[in-house]
């Protein structure tokens, strides 16, 4: 699966848009894009994927150039409760292969969200 | 739905000693996984398994052994604890039928002395 790299840690005023950065330079035709953030010490929690087009649902929006290799994770209206760190994974879905299930987290990026 | 689970949250191991812990979830999943946490790192993964019966090794095996008898539960033992195995595990399941998305459990935070 294709490595990724993001900015270990980001700032964000409560009430204005955050945009977490990913670079995946070398992701492939069909690698997905995913993000998880995880609370504290809590087990991650999955916000969204997509593939090549932009996706939005209910938590985020996912922004991924046209050439694909790189990302950005806009919370729209940050929280407090959204600081937590974000991990960005490109991954490979293969359906009943089992890929699915393989995840590869790196260090991700601490989001601090500040009165 | 409880979602994923995991027992203990908590466990003190000396040095040889083995254990299990346990993971269960109950939304029908075929995917399960288990992942552990050192500080300051990302997930790495341990096991996982595609359905019941069928069981595969991740990124970091070692010390450590799985099985999958039925969909619900995938414990993952550890044979003779080390202190290089005290870290945070994370259980996780997921759908086989197209979901993108993993559901993992509180954790389980384990420390060998």
């Known amino acids: 699966d294709a490595k990724t790299t993001q900015p270990p840690s980001m700032d964000c005023a409560e009430g204005r848009a955050a945009n977490l950065p990913c670079n995946h330079s070398t992701i492939s035709g069909n690698e997905y894009v995913y993000w998880y953030r995880q609370i504290h010490s809590q087990g991650p929690q999955y916000i969204i994927h997509?593939?090549?087009n932009n996706e939005t649902n209910e938590m985020a929006s996912l922004i991924i150039t046209e050439d694909r290799k790189s990302s950005t994770l806009i919370l729209p209206h940050a929280t407090l409760r959204d600081t937590a760190v974000y991990y960005c994974i490109v991954s490979s879905f293969g359906g009943n292969t089992g890929t699915a299930s393989k995840l590869t987290f790196g260090t991700g990026t601490r989001l601090q969200v500040t009165l | 739905n409880a979602g994923v689970t995991q027992t203990p949250k908590f466990q003190v191991l000396k040095t040889g000693q083995s254990m299990t812990l346990q993971c269960a979830q109950d939304?029908?999943?075929?995917?399960m996984s288990w992942y552990r946490q050192d500080p300051g790192m990302g997930l790495r993964l341990i096991h996982y398994?595609?359905?019941?019966?069928?069981?595969d090794q991740g990124e970091v095996p070692n010390g450590y052994n799985v099985s999958r008898s039925t969909t619900e539960d995938f414990p993952l033992r550890l044979l003779s604890a080390a202190p290089s195995q005290t870290s945070v595990y994370f259980c996780?399941?997921?759908?086989?039928?197209?979901?993108?998305?993993?559901?993992f459990g509180p954790g389980t935070r384990l420390t060998v002395t």
């Open positions: 398994s595609v359905g019941a019966g069928i069981t």
């Open positions: 996780a399941s997921s759908n086989n039928a197209g979901a993108y998305e993993q559901y």
């Open positions: 997509g593939l090549k």
């Open positions: 939304m029908n999943h075929e995917y």
